[in-house]
């Protein structure tokens, strides 16, 4: 893919790439978060109460692995697809547990996301089904080898959406604080 130009397959690889790198950053701080504290990450997980206490556990050592699985998936030639739409189904199926407690009024108890403390609020289900969205583009888009500085420019464009998608994040973190705080429902 190196030369005069990138052809219209080649911008296409690069998307994915590009997309894998977001993936294994923004999977990499979820799961070292969830292994830093494995016990508080079990105990978001018993908070959803989607499974019994039996299951909690092992279900939480699951996740973290799955995460750990997509971050590996991505530095392995072949499998970013398969790793992304792991990713994705993660994602999703995060998704679903936030949206039954949501539905259920239990918007008080935290996500568990990894970063910046955050109850589960609808943005959230917007977050992770725009990510997975992401995710599934990435997945679906042709795979090529790719050249030294295309590989770079790849990292660095992850990388940079990364940040925004640290950013973004902060912000509905911040948000949920404000609303808690003018509810005066803050823990």
């Given at each position: ?86 990713g994705a189904g993660l994602l ?5 547990a936030m949206a039954v407690n949501?539905?259920r009024g239990r918007r008080h ?79």
């Open positions: 893919m190196s030369g005069a130009g990138i052809e219209a397959s080649g911008i296409g690889a690069l998307a994915s790439a590009a997309v894998a790198a977001f993936a294994a950053f923004l999977f990499a701080r979820a799961a070292l978060h969830k292994a830093w504290d494995f016990t508080a990450f079990t105990g978001f997980v018993q908070d959803y109460r989607l499974l019994p206490e039996a299951l909690v556990r092992l279900a939480a050592a699951a996740l973290l692995l799955a995460e750990g699985l997509v971050v590996a998936a991505m530095l392995i030639p072949g499998a970013r697809a398969f790793g992304l739409m792991l999703l199926g995060y998704g679903i949501v539905a108890i935290e996500c568990g996301c990894g970063g910046a403390v955050q109850p589960v609020t609808p943005a959230l289900l917007a977050r992770n089904a725009m990510l997975a969205m992401l995710l599934i583009a990435g997945a679906l888009a042709p795979a090529a080898p790719l050249g030294l500085a295309e590989a770079a420019a790849a990292i660095a464009a992850g990388l940079i959406a990364f940040a925004g998608y640290l950013m973004a994040d902060q912000l509905l973190s911040n948000a949920a604080y404000l609303v808690r705080r003018e509810q005066g429902t803050l823990q």
